[in-house]
């Protein structure tokens, strides 16, 4: 149908196709993360094999801050956001702050993220050997996650900035660790 010149279509939507789409959006692993990761909520289960070989997991990480961040070598605000990290990681790791950096690289990126992590005192862990089902396909970086010393998620990554800065980190994490 035209109208003074302009096209106008008019949307044939079904109901039966929206009430499809919407069983499934709502069995989408997006809605299960969002169900399991809630600030406030105990931290979903989190374990890893680091670069070196040890072995890191939540339960082992009681009575500590952790901070959770998956990053990729090939990501620019990830990168600028590390020296961040490793500067607040440096001051406040003597109060139980630990620090884990999950790298999205590919395995055969592995001698790059050795690389970039010479520059770095905190550990670093590849996806693919992590275990972390609980927070979500993991689909944008930087994700950060904060976790406090009773294991409770209080700063979920999925909302709010993606990048951290100085001033979000001593707002977020530094009262934890007092």
Not at 17 to 32: D, G, I, Y
Not at 105 to 117: A, G, Q, S
Not at 130 to 149: H, S
Request: aromatic content about 10%; proline content about 7%.
């Amino acid at each position: 149908m035209r109208t003074q010149g302009l096209l106008i279509i008019r949307p044939m939507i079904n109901t039966s196709f929206l009430t499809v789409l919407m069983a499934f959006l709502l069995a989408t692993p997006w809605s299960t993360m969002a169900a399991e990761v809630q600030e406030g909520k105990a931290a979903p289960p989190f374990e890893s094999s680091t670069l070196d070989g040890t072995k890191f997991s939540l339960p082992a990480q009681a009575g500590k801050v952790v901070m959770i961040h998956y990053w990729a070598t090939w990501c620019a605000s990830c990168r600028e956001e590390m020296p961040v990290f490793e500067a607040y990681y440096k001051a406040h790791q003597n109060e139980g702050l630990v620090m884990l950096a999950v790298s999205m690289d590919e395995p055969e990126d592995l001698p790059k993220v050795k690389e970039v992590m010479k520059a770095y005192s905190f550990p670093a862990a590849m996806a693919n050997q992590t275990k972390a089902r609980g927070y979500g396909r993991i689909w944008r970086i930087p994700l950060t996650f904060v976790i406090d010393r009773q294991g409770m998620l209080r700063k979920n990554g999925w909302f709010g900035e993606a990048s951290l800065d100085q001033p979000s980190l001593e707002k977020t994490v530094t009262p934890l660790l007092k």
